[in-house]
């Protein structure tokens, strides 16, 4: 577990009693079991790491039922505007979880554009036949 010091200036005082105050809201909002598995921590910054530490979920399932919502999407009765907004909000939640490192080189903008392009072509698939050249 990290630890966070507690600061030693004369900003010290006002430091722990709004430190105190984020603690005890953060220890309000947790079951009684949670609290006395915490009790002893003494910042709020390491209360957070504790918690996080303790509660992060692995991304792996959210990542495959995004992927998945993706796949199977289509237009169906939905407007094109609504289909295209529906695919939009499962693209931009897929990115939270997807780390795009930045280059100078610009090999990154051409995987963005990949991207763009899967993600067009993934829009088209789904629209109804109507919309399809034959």
Not at 23 to 30: H, S
Request: aromatic content about 10%; charged content about 20%.
């Amino acid at each position: 577990m990290e630890t966070t010091s507690i600061p030693l200036t004369k900003a010290k005082e006002p430091w722990l009693e709004c430190n105190d105050m984020v603690v005890t809201w953060l220890q309000n909002a947790m079951s009684l079991e949670i609290k006395n598995s915490v009790v002893y921590v003494e910042t709020a910054h390491a209360l957070w790491l504790e918690l996080e530490q303790r509660f992060a979920q692995n991304n792996g399932p959210r990542i495959y039922e995004l992927k998945q919502s993706i796949h199977s999407l289509t237009q169906g009765d939905d407007s094109v505007s609504l289909y295209f907004s529906k695919l939009k909000v499962l693209f931009d939640e897929l990115l939270n979880f997807e780390f795009i490192p930045s280059c100078t080189c610009g090999a990154m903008k051409l995987v963005l554009e990949n991207q763009q392009r899967d993600w067009m072509m993934k829009f088209l698939m789904g629209l109804n036949d109507s919309f399809r050249q034959h």
